[in-house]
């Protein structure tokens, strides 16, 4: 088997094994019938922005089809499904909160396996004259971006846990929202660092979605903050 997918197999194993030993019983879902509903609905987003923004991108970029998969693809499909489900439904707060330290973790895992793929994974970053500069076969030092991600994940997982445990309150009104915003923010910053090509204004598809998630997560952090996320409806 691939090494990638030893590592994916490890991050979905490990942030399983997370929330179901921390967070199961503790999750802001809607009960009964309509949990099942959101399951499905995440999952569904989950897919097919994964693999949809993924293949949007290497078309852009490589003028062809390749079926791939994209976290920030993962991310923005499932934000978008669910927010369009808790609109149809009438839930209101936030409802992800206790996925973020499996999501964090999970991703920061992920990324070690990006970057034992190499250039077949088509995620890693331009040349560079930096001392820690990677060559992955083609004689050329380039920037471990994975690696840069998988770091920074890392410790916003070991934060969220944190949170969990010293602010509970103010963890499950705006960890998520947070998270969003952290993500999208340093993704932003490593994709100048990708040899991927640009749409618009200088930034390629994945900033422009992360440009979207940023102003997202804003406006949801703002509305918590005046205590309109949990108004009765």
Not at 156 to 182: D, G, P, Q, R, T
Not at 220 to 228: E, F, I, M, Q, V
Request: glycine fraction near 10%; proline fraction near 2%.
């Amino acid at each position: 088997m691939h090494i990638h997918l030893w590592f994916d197999a490890l991050s979905y194993v490990s942030s399983a094994w997370l929330f179901r030993t921390y967070f199961y019983k503790k999750d802001l879902l809607p009960s009964g019938e309509l949990r099942w509903y959101y399951y499905t609905v995440v999952i569904v987003g989950f897919v097919v922005g994964a693999m949809g923004l993924s293949l949007l991108n290497v078309w852009i970029s490589l003028d062809q089809w390749m079926l791939g998969k994209s976290v920030l693809g993962a991310l923005f499909g499932a934000i978008v499904s669910i927010e369009l489900f808790k609109y149809f439904t009438g839930i209101k707060g936030s409802t992800g909160a206790y996925f973020v330290p499996s999501l964090a973790l999970g991703i920061a895992i992920g990324r070690v396996g990006c970057f034992m793929t190499g250039l077949d994974d088509y995620t890693y970053g331009v040349e560079t004259t930096l001392p820690w500069g990677v060559d992955f076969g083609d004689g050329v030092l380039r920037h471990p971006v994975q690696l840069y991600e998988s770091v920074m994940m890392f410790g916003f997982f070991l934060y969220s846990m944190w949170m969990h445990k010293h602010k509970k309150v103010y963890f499950e009104a705006k960890i998520f929202y947070i998270f969003v915003l952290f993500y999208a923010t340093q993704r932003f910053v490593w994709e100048f660092l990708k040899p991927y090509v640009d749409v618009v204004f200088g930034l390629n598809v994945f900033q422009l979605v992360c440009l979207t998630l940023m102003v997202y997560a804003i406006i949801y952090l703002k509305r918590s903050a005046h205590g309109t996320l949990f108004k009765k409806i």
